[in-house]
């Protein structure tokens, strides 16, 4: 395991932005997480800040507790496999994307949807990462966690993670508990349920010439339609989606409705799910800039820094975002990235 003192985060937040850890120890193994708990007290207090790609955060300021970074990248293990199924086990520190591509070129399904997104496998199911109709949770079979405060790893089954829009039991009442090292997913190996049901896939495909979509076939289309309206963090810091699509009830999305009778809105169970970059592009807030940092010229929903900014300018506008929808709609927008 690589210990380093005093390091510039920079390149280990998709925002870019520089702020200092006073040190960083990158984990390879469970050994090194077991060296961890039986050597240091803030360890087995859980004070310390754990990254994967950092895509999925807001520095706001130094960071004085250690920074855990995880690099548990072994090679991809067959759990169980059928005729129809596979079962597969990878590392938490491997990159997300390179996962997804590595299923495909392997014939593996359900994954394809989820081409493209940043960060590591292990962050995947805290938010249980989602986009064009699938999330992890839809194939996610298991994942072995280090317990911080026993020191020992366990099992959580799918359904143990509890995992909803952008949730799990990891964000809310097991909080600080755990490290996820290796999440296991079962993947078709044929007849595979592709989903094409988002408009963006289906155009994709027919500008294509595509009539029997492949799940390559899927996978490059969800790159080209995510090229085409997300910036590349490497080019222009961003975290992707800054805020969750919030849901109302629907009495208040009728209500809504009768003053903007072209508000987007899904129905989902608890009520109505409303698009988050509709609701900000309504505020006027698309495309602005206040000095170096932005709400994204192509996708309201995505801020952005353009160079030499601070965290705390990017969370200054996020606030006034959440402000101006607040007073247009009376809509409370929750924060997707975790701010630090
Ligand atoms: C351009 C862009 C597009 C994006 N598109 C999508 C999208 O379509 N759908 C979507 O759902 N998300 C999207 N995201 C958000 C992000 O990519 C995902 O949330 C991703 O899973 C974060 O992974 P990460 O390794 O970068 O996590 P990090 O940002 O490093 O960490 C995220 C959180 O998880 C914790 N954490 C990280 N690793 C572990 C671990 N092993 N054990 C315990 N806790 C851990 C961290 O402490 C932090 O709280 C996008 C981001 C960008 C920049």
Request: with cysteine; net charge neutral.
């Amino acid at each position: 395991m690589e210990i380093a003192q005093n390091i510039d985060l920079k390149p280990y937040n998709t925002f870019g932005f520089s702020y200092e850890a006073k040190s960083a120890y990158f984990f390879q193994s469970i050994e090194d997480l077991e060296k961890l708990h039986q050597t240091h007290e803030w360890f087995r207090a859980s004070n310390f800040l754990i990254l994967g790609g950092g895509s999925n955060i807001l520095l706001t300021q130094n960071i004085e507790q250690p920074v855990l970074i995880n690099e548990i990248n072994d090679s991809i293990s067959i759990i169980e496999e059928s005729e129809d199924h596979i079962t597969l086990e990878v590392g938490a520190g491997k990159n997300w994307h390179d996962f997804v591509i590595w299923t495909i070129d392997n014939g593996y399904g359900g994954l394809e949807n989820l081409s493209l997104i940043p960060g590591k496998v292990g962050a995947a199911p805290m938010q249980n990462i989602g986009a064009y109709g699938v999330e992890i949770k839809d194939s996610l079979h298991s994942l072995r966690a280090f317990d911080i405060q026993k020191g020992e790893m366990t099992t959580f089954t799918n359904a143990a993670c509890q995992l909803g829009y952008r949730e799990s039991i990891f964000k809310r009442e097991r909080k600080g508990q755990f490290i996820i090292a290796y999440v296991r997913f079962t993947l078709t190996k044929r007849n595979h349920k592709l989903n094409t049901a988002y408009g963006a896939i289906t155009s994709e495909l027919e500008a294509n010439g595509i009539t029997t979509p492949t799940i390559k076939d899927i996978s490059n289309a969800v790159i080209a339609i995510r090229q085409s309206k997300l910036p590349d963090p490497k080019k222009l810091g961003n975290s992707g989606s800054f805020f969750k699509n919030p849901v109302v009830p629907l009495d208040i999305f009728e209500t809504l409705q009768k003053d903007y009778s072209n508000i987007v809105g899904f129905p989902v169970y608890n009520g109505v799910k409303l698009a988050a970059g509709w609701l900000i592009e309504q505020t006027g807030w698309k495309g602005k800039q206040i000095g170096n940092v932005g709400v994204h010229k192509k996708q309201a929903l995505v801020l952005v820094h353009y160079g030499g900014g601070k965290g705390e300018d990017l969370l200054a506008l996020s606030k006034a975002v959440q402000d101006a929808v607040l007073k247009k709609f009376g809509v409370t927008l929750e924060p997707e990235v975790n701010i630090l």
